[in-house]
């Protein structure tokens, strides 16, 4: 008996990192889970490691358009019959600048990969969690959701507004028997970390290895979070048990965020 | 096989309401429990109904008294050889009064129930765990260790301190296997609420029980009052070892009422 026995999720970006780990728990507890991501070649990969059989189907997809939102949230119906959990996980930032010097082309990237993809796929999730009455959605934020950081202000800026979507949502569905939430990992080592980690660093006037520990001597493990810290949240939030919390901007950092 | 499989857990307040939800969801999970509370006879009537058997344990006495909070935590250390998950968990509205009349007997309940009592389990259990290397604490805060209401300043004044407590604590403790948290419930009807509602409400200027319940629910998203397993199933998880990474963390089981 898993806490997500017949639940059916999808998960966009799920081939890898936090998305991995939480497409694995999901799939532990008992739920069939939609993957997504841009690559098939990778997904297939992702899908031999899972080993999951029927019960794990990969929908390919970009998360900057609407149209590939609103696909993989539709695909996932169309494959397992209904959507109970959605977790907007995908997101990033890429062409850091501290904002004197920043180009509308990275901060737009910023907002259209972490704010409009989430807005994207929770409303098209709404479309059949409404009449069902029934669902969960799980917005991967950040710390810096809650806190800012210099030279990132695309990343913090965009995860800002996801928890300010979190919130509103949570409101307008709580009667509903849907829960809305966001998770905010602290500095996780995946694999978009350590692609865009670099340039960041660079805008923030540090190294990659300065960044990872700056981060993590602001926790008080003083290391870094790891995808595994996330995916505990999620099977929780997803589960009949997390009937009860939503609107709420969790903190999975290691003690770093003030509130 | 159970998460908390060979963890033994004591509980402030573990008879009724949240804490005794927690003590059934953390012996589900394999876990052996000592509970606590005031009267030795409605003790010994919970753990029978709990399932009894040689993985669960009462300790007598007020909470809010230092040498019963110790007392607890070292009886349950001494009875099952360690203690990996301390639940800081009894507490509730002792007094209602406006400030301008609250006296300084009564404030000073509150600081003994709500702050002192954690404060107390917290150091002793830290003590034992610092030298492991190893532990969970588990404090049962409120939505108003975060917001502020009339009527009940001590209550809301002790959870906010609670909530800095834990958070200073978790920094303190972070490299050494140990985490602190607070989960922050909205409003439950538990027995506690069913006993001092009444008068809280009075002192909130909102008359009766039903419109106190009603107020508290109607700033949730969910528009309704929690659940005693909600709070159950949060502690389950922060108990784990898998939870490692999570402490500091101030976990709202709130419907969506908390702005932050």
């Not at chain 1, 934020?141 to 919130?167: C, E, F, M, Q, R």
Request: proline share 3%; charged share 20%; net charge negative.
């Amino acid at each position: 008996m898993g806490s997500l026995d017949g639940k059916v999720a999808c998960v966009t970006g799920g081939t890898r990192g936090i998305g991995l780990a939480i497409a694995k728990a999901f799939l532990d507890e008992g739920a069939k889970v939609v993957i997504n991501g841009r690559d098939k070649a990778k997904a297939q990969r992702t899908l031999d490691e899972l080993n999951a059989g029927a019960n794990v189907h990969f929908i390919a997809g970009d998360v900057k358009k609407r149209e590939d939102c609103e696909a993989v949230v539709d695909g996932t119906v169309a494959h397992f019959g209904r959507i109970d959990i959605l977790v907007a996980n995908a997101g990033g930032a890429a062409n850091h600048a501290p904002v004197a010097d920043l180009t509308d082309e990275a901060m737009e990237d910023a907002l259209v990969w972490n704010f409009w993809h989430t807005f994207w796929v929770m409303r098209r999730a709404f479309k059949y969690m409404i009449p069902q009455q029934s669902g969960r959605v799980i917005n991967v934020s950040s710390v810096d959701g809650k806190v800012g950081k210099p030279g990132i202000s695309t990343y913090v800026s965009s995860k800002h507004a996801v928890n300010g979507l979190t919130k509103s949502a949570a409101h307008e569905v709580g009667t509903l028997g849907i829960t809305v939430n966001a998770v905010c990992p602290g500095a996780i080592e995946t694999d978009v970390m350590m692609a865009e980690g670099p340039g960041a660093a660079v805008a923030m006037g540090t190294t990659y290895e300065g960044l990872l520990e700056m981060f993590a001597s602001e926790s008080a493990i003083k290391r870094l979070n790891e995808v595994e810290d996330v995916s505990l949240i999620a099977v929780l939030l997803a589960s009949d048990a997390g009937a009860g919390i939503t609107g709420s901007l969790i903190s999975i950092d290691g003690g770093t965020s003030p509130y | 096989m159970g998460k908390l499989d060979g963890k033994v857990a004591c509980i402030t307040g573990g008879t009724r309401s949240i804490g005794r939800a927690m003590a059934e969801a953390f012996l589900a999970e394999g876990a052996t429990v000592v509970v606590n509370g005031r009267d030795a006879a409605k003790g010994a009537v919970a753990i029978a109904e709990m399932g009894g058997g040689p993985n669960i344990a009462f300790y007598a006495g007020d909470s809010s008294k230092q040498s019963v909070v110790e007392g607890l935590i070292d009886f349950t250390i001494e009875k099952f050889g360690k203690l990996d998950i301390c639940c800081l968990n009894s507490g509730g509205v002792n007094m209602t009064a406006p400030v301008a009349q609250m006296s300084d007997e009564e404030w000073n309940l509150e600081i003994d129930w709500n702050l002192n009592h954690v404060f107390w389990g917290m150091r002793r259990s830290l003590q034992h765990m610092i030298p492991r290397q190893s532990g969970r604490i588990i404090v049962t805060s409120s939505v108003e260790g975060k917001l502020g209401k009339p009527g009940i300043p001590g209550y809301v004044a002790t959870k906010h301190a609670v909530n800095g407590l834990v958070k200073s604590a978790a920094h303190e403790v972070g490299t050494l296997g140990i985490t602190v948290n607070a989960i922050l419930p909205g409003i439950i009807e538990t027995d506690i609420v069913r006993s001092t509602g009444p008068d809280s409400a009075v002192a909130m200027g909102l008359g009766t029980y039903e419109n106190l319940i009603a107020a508290f629910s109607s700033e949730a998203a969910t528009k309704k009052p929690n659940k005693v397993e909600e709070v159950a199933a949060v502690a389950v998880m922060m108990a784990t070892d898998a939870a490692r990474n999570i402490t500091g963390c101030l976990f709202p089981v709130d419907g969506g009422t908390l702005p932050y």
